[in-house]
């Protein structure tokens, strides 16, 4: 592997190679990947390698190339600046010259290196920080710029990371979609110019697009094998990943918050830290990527990510706005005779004045509406304790119609402009979290729910709508575009208070599904709702996409009725329950609208989960069959262990002869002999897998052969235990 390209050798004279052999050599670490830098003659900090682990006594056979690690407007010549600052003296340029560095262990598994750039002429200095999950083989970037000048300094660009790759050719891998149909993947060649993924949405900001990317090298990605970085940006506000191949086919990949209207006054003797890029770098394909991104975000990215996440039913689709007490209890008593761990209240259970009973009016006022609800929240924890389950309750605290006591009460809370009408969406406004005020509400939203209604174990955390008419009442003219950044901050300001006092509640990040899911965000959450779309055959595309980043232990996924309420299509039970089962298991239904046979079906397949859930929640996810090119699609969880795996196998299209495509099982012990066993069997119909049920082979076989049986119909679908056998 050589993601390293052009070197200046000819442009370095004898002497001057000479003393880049003194000038220092900072390398970051992982157990197989190897980011390297070099100090060169003009004391100008250049990446010279990422990739495949290196020894260190080849480090020095490492040439120097141009590639600036963070270039700075004016002196650097790339297309695109990391860094953009005018200086108090009114000058544009920034000339950053590497200082010194740093390294010291976190913790065991993770060693942090801390370069310090400092500008030329300028007190003003840029520290790159690179934290390397060595088990893990992600790195952590970021950047902290400050300045001791005698004025404020403005930053029009402030990257996380500049990221230099040299190979003859790339192929970028995006992440797209929008309400209801998130995550679609494309991959495209990068040719000459600039790809530009990015969000200015600022919060909900992933609606349309993903701040996640593949590039693998040379090559299209491929599954196994292959040179694959990956990457997501760790931040839930605008975002900007701009892919430049310059006029020497060099790729630089540019990260960070989006600058895009968001110039920042940065005062002396402030720090301005930037989100981090997380990435990863494969020599066999995409699905090391994932499974290094999952392993990382169960230690580090996800919050409790070595919990087993509970089963839950959701009342929105089964009543939407439309719920008494008595319809819920009811939804209660089944949500626990069917074996779900806990019932989740969704929205419409407030409103005083302006009741909500549909989107247009009450949010922003968390009070509890009598009229459904006349012994309160206090009598649904009740009901749900008296059986035997948890109970969680949904809120969108960032957010208010303005026909609302709040609104009516602080109408300069919101984000909007002076002279412009206001532009409701879902007709709903965001409160302007730049606003401390606006903070400490927020945060009393959370505290006043849950130790007003003692027992609530679960908050899903939802936020409907994008940034637009872009100002906040509260920062002062000059800082108006700080608000992008600053609500950000607010947030995790919020969430760090909710996190202080309230460490065993379960969050879980929705967006009006998937349209905000980030590594920033995350590590206060338990969960995520990626989609509204709960249809399976759609799911199976949205999950697929999503788990190239994220672990499907916090990835939940409910059953819910047919015809699907957003697709119109019917599918059938079990295939509803096979696809939710491949991740974190869940329903949104009315289940006193079920026949019994179904509530039977329901009740067994939960059973079912709770036997597979650890393999699913904490193994390693291999993928198999992907469904943008097969009919038929398959992935795999196999545990740490490798005793156990679970084989999910879904048809996407009827097959008239019937589909024999081989699943060739990856991730297995050669050596270890497995005993196959069907699980969530529909009652009385004949199974193609039968033949194979109770066989038991060698990981090898499974491997090589692989595992064979017929599929017919359009959502056939099929879960496959695989047991060691001592
Ligand atoms: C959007 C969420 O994604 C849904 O699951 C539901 O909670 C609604 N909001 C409620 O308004």
Redesign the pocket.
Known sequence: MKIFLFSLMCLFSSVAFAQEILTPVISVNTRNNTLLFKVDDKSKLRQCYYGEKLPEASFKGVQTTAADAYPAFGTSYVHEAALRAVHADGNTSTELIYDSHSVKNISDNIEQTVITLKDAYFPFQVKLFFNAYKNENVIEQWAEISHQEKKPVTLYNFASSHLFVSEPTYYLTQFYGNWAEEMNMAEMQLTRGQKVLQSKLGVRADQYDHPCFLLSLDAPAQENSGSVIGGTLAWPGSWNLTFDVDNLNNLHIISGANPYASQYILKPNTNFKTPALLYTFSEEGTGNISRNFHRWAKKYGIYRGDRTRTTLLNN?EATYFDFNEEVLSGIIKDASEMGFELFLL??GWFGEKYPRNS?TAGLGDWMVNKKKLPNGIGYLVNESHNKGIKFGI?LEPEMVNPKSELYEKHPDWVIGQKNRPLDLSRNQLILDLSNPKVQDYVYSVVDNTMSENPGIAYI?W?C?RFVTNSGSYYLPASEQSHLWIEYVRGLFNVLDRVRAKYKDVSLML?S??GGRIDYATLPYFDEF?IS?NTDALDRIFIQWGTTYFFPSMALASHVSVVPNHITGRTTPLKFRFDVAMSAKLGMDLQPKDMTPEEKEFSKNAIREYYGIREIVQFGDLYRLLSPYTNKRTAMMYVSEDKDNAVVFSYLLKKSINGNTQPLILKGLDPKKNYKLTEVNKMPGSYSWFTPLEGKVYTGEFLMKYGLRFTMYNEYDSKVIRLTVQK
């Open positions: 929105w969704d929205d989107d949904w899903k939802d409907n929705c009006g599904g709702w509204d």
